[in-house]
T-cell receptor, first 117, second 113 residues
Framework: AQSVTQLGSHVSVSEGALVLLRCNYSSSVPPYLFWYVQYPNQGLQLLLK??????LVKGINGFEAEFKKSETSFHLTKPSAHMSDAAEYFCAVTSGGYGGSQGNLIFGKGTKLSVKP | DVKVTQSSRYLVKRTGEKVFLECVQDMDHENMFWYRQDPGLGLRLIYFSYDVKMKEKGDIPEGYSVSREKKERFSLILESASTNQTSMYLC????????????FGPGTRLLVL
């Protein structure tokens, strides 16, 4: 069965520090993996997506994530945090469903990132 | 750009009222989804639809129903609102097929008194 675990419901970093948000997945089929960001009182916005084309995926706003099959991980990183990165981040994996549910995703519980000045 | 719009950003209703949440997408997507988001629980799928008039239950369908009469519109209905349905409701849409990106609306924050 497919599942996603995000380690740490809250992460706090200083401005300019490395951002590392952890995501581990379980999938019985080759997965597609996603990171979404949610700013306060808004919907989710796609940051980046892994589709098996390349293990290192670059996204918007300087974020990137590396797919590691041996570790079943897809951690999100950014070299230098900015105040505007404060938001909630969600990792998601394809549900592995068939027919009409092919497009379904399984979401992690989210990690709230705080950035201290 | 894909645009998913939701009829209200904030809504206050009384217990027992019938509540309609509307979602419209403009990208001719086959799939549409309704989620609820609660602190510490992430996103939970209520219902989804992969075609007009088709609907499937998600993980938490109890107390909800949906309607999809047109491809671009997907409605979530709370037949008799209860206080435990106070939540943020998010609509999303995507193309059909494995691994498609879901695009989200801005959300509706519903308070049931």
């Amino acid at each position: 069965a497919q599942s996603v675990t995000q380690l740490g419901s809250h992460v706090s970093v200083s401005e300019g520090a490395l951002v590392l948000l952890r995501c581990n997945y379980s999938s019985s089929v080759p997965p597609y993996l996603f990171w979404y960001v949610q700013y306060p009182n808004q919907g989710l916005q796609l940051l980046l997506k892994y589709t098996s084309a390349a293990t290192l995926v670059k996204g918007i706003n300087g974020f990137e994530a590396e797919f590691k099959k041996s570790e079943t991980s897809f951690h999100l990183t950014k070299p230098s945090a900015h105040m505007s990165d404060a938001a909630e981040y969600f990792c998601a994996v394809t549900s592995g469903g068939y027919g009409g549910s092919q497009g379904n995703l399984i979401f992690g519980k989210g990690t709230k990132l705080s950035v201290k000045p | 750009d894909v645009k998913v719009t939701q009829s209200s950003r904030y809504l206050v209703k009384r217990t027992g009222e019938k509540v309609f949440l509307e979602c419209v997408q403009d990208m001719d997507h086959e799939n549409m989804f309704w989620y609820r988001q609660d602190p510490g629980l992430g996103l939970r799928l209520i219902y989804f639809s992969y075609d007009v008039k088709m609907k499937e239950k998600g993980d938490i369908p109890e107390g909800y129903s949906v309607s999809r009469e047109k491809k671009e519109r997907f409605s979530l209905i709370l037949e008799s609102a209860s206080t435990n349905q106070t939540s943020m409701y998010l609509c999303a849409s995507s193309l059909q097929g494995y691994g498609q990106t879901q695009y989200f609306g801005p959300g509706t924050r519903l308070l049931v008194l």
